[in-house]
């Protein structure tokens, strides 16, 4: 990990800042963009400290050693923050600033920051706090603000990252969706619900804490971030062509303004939720874009798990 020196403002310190900079993400922009943050906290009276991480896992680690400081702020995209929420060790964490530079960024967008580097300075000096829904995984309490899926998305990210070699590009994505396509084998999955078993054999199943799913992809309308509860989609059609039409009708939706959810398609309301292979082939699980291991597992609502400074 590379540290930048502490900038300090002359006069009386407003904020005790430590920003966390991911050099992969943004296409190596995340770099520049901290040192644009950074100037800019200086100038509205905030002491600042600048991490750079080197490898998977030393965000986490930051985040876990920060305990003297106003605010943490991750630069980079969903899989840092993701990395900054599973550091923290105990309900008194700082809240969490965003620089946003990775490749979707849902949860920027979610809150709508903006993205002009003044602008974030001023959210991260003296935006509010938005208290923020946690998911957890069982096994291993591994934390998530987004989504976890199991399914077609799910067996895409494990595909992906088993072959990454360095920055990431939403058109990587593309490619992997569709050679993924081409040879996944559609599996089944048994859902329960709050106790109440609802699929024995469902096609895929996204747990989600946020509308967005990235892009213009819309596929949880009614989840939100701060109501303790997630909304859970359910695909039961079992055939590849539904998976098309689910990504089609969700692309229509967004291009026409309309809602338009496929017949197959279910939604649940939801605190705890089980998933499981009903017919023992592994299925792989994606945790906020990055892969979860394989099932089963339990996904487990913490409300108001962690703290987001928004505009």
Not at 85 to 112: D, H, Q
Not at 192 to 218: L, T
């Amino acid at each position: 990990m590379d540290r930048w020196p502490e900038r300090d403002y002359n006069g009386p310190v407003r904020k005790r800042i430590r920003i966390i900079s991911n050099p992969a993400s943004g296409r190596g922009r995340s770099g520049r963009r901290a040192r644009e943050v950074m100037l800019r906290l200086v100038e509205r009276g905030c002491a600042v400290e600048v991490v750079e991480t080197r490898a998977p896992g030393d965000a986490r680690r930051i985040a876990f050693e920060a305990r003297s400081v106003d605010a943490l702020v991750a630069v980079g995209g969903d899989g840092t923050i993701n990395e900054v929420a599973n550091g923290f060790s105990s309900p008194a964490a700082p809240p969490v600033g965003i620089i946003p530079c990775g490749t979707a960024n849902v949860l920027a967008k979610e809150i709508r920051l903006p993205r002009r580097p003044a602008d974030l300075a001023d959210v991260i000096a003296s935006g509010r706090e938005i208290t923020w829904d946690l998911g957890v995984v069982h096994p291993g309490d591994r934390r998530f603000l987004l989504f976890a899926s199991a399914g077609f998305d799910a067996q895409v990210v494990h595909d992906f990252h088993r072959r990454r070699d360095g920055r990431i590009r939403m058109s990587d994505y593309v490619m992997w969706g569709v050679r993924t396509f081409l040879t996944w084998a559609v599996p089944r999955i048994r859902v329960e619900i709050d106790g109440n078993r609802v699929a024995e054999d469902a096609a895929w199943v996204i747990v989600s804490n946020v509308r967005s799913y990235g892009g213009p992809i819309v596929f949880t309308p009614e989840a939100r971030y701060d109501d303790g509860r997630f909304e859970v989609m359910i695909q039961r059609r079992r055939h590849k062509v539904d998976t098309m039409h689910l990504f089609g009708s969700s692309m229509l939706s967004w291009a026409l303004g309309l809602e338009a959810r496929p017949a197959d398609v279910t939604y649940h309301q939801a605190r705890r939720v089980r998933l499981a292979s009903s017919d023992g082939r592994p299925v792989a699980l994606q945790v906020d874009g990055d892969p979860g291991g394989f099932l089963p597992a339990e996904l487990e609502m913490a409300p108001g798990g962690i703290r987001i400074l928004g505009p």
